[in-house]
């Protein structure tokens, strides 16, 4: 783990290997329901509380959209995303853009950038189809 002074606990464990095993950036709902398979009596709070602790120890990331629910990815690395405005699925997208977007920023304004977030919606491919 990135922080080596959280204690990796069965439940943690469990957590980062359903987030591992998709692609889909779930929400926490999604992920306790998966959780339960292993671990039925596993609580929704477990659930909530081990993903906080895991986006600010670095080891996930926390998609916040101001819904009142997040999605979370599994590659903490800065990344772009699309999210589908028809079925809701989020696609990572293998941009290069973050060192130029940071700086022209910064020459712009004259600031530090210290990260940033970019997102596409509209409609995927499988869901055009229909």
Not at 14 to 19: A, N, R, V
Not at 25 to 48: C, F, M
Not at 75 to 103: S, T, V, W
Request: aromatic fraction near 10%.
């Amino acid at each position: 783990m990135k922080n080596s002074t959280m204690r990796m606990t069965e439940q943690r464990a469990l957590i980062l290997k359903i987030l591992r095993s998709t692609k889909s950036h779930p929400t926490a709902d999604w992920i306790y329901q998966e959780a339960r398979k292993s671990l039925p009596n596993i609580s929704l709070g477990t659930v909530y509380r081990n993903l906080r602790l895991l986006s600010a120890s670095g080891e996930i990331m926390e998609l916040d959209y101001g819904s009142g629910y997040s999605r979370f990815d599994s590659n903490p690395e800065n990344h772009y995303h699309f999210l589908c405005q028809e079925c809701g699925r989020m696609f990572d997208i293998d941009l290069k853009l973050f060192a130029d977007l940071n700086d022209l920023v910064e020459k712009t304004l004259g600031a530090q950038v210290k990260e940033h977030r970019l997102e596409f919606y509209g409609i995927c491919r499988e869901c055009q189809k229909h």
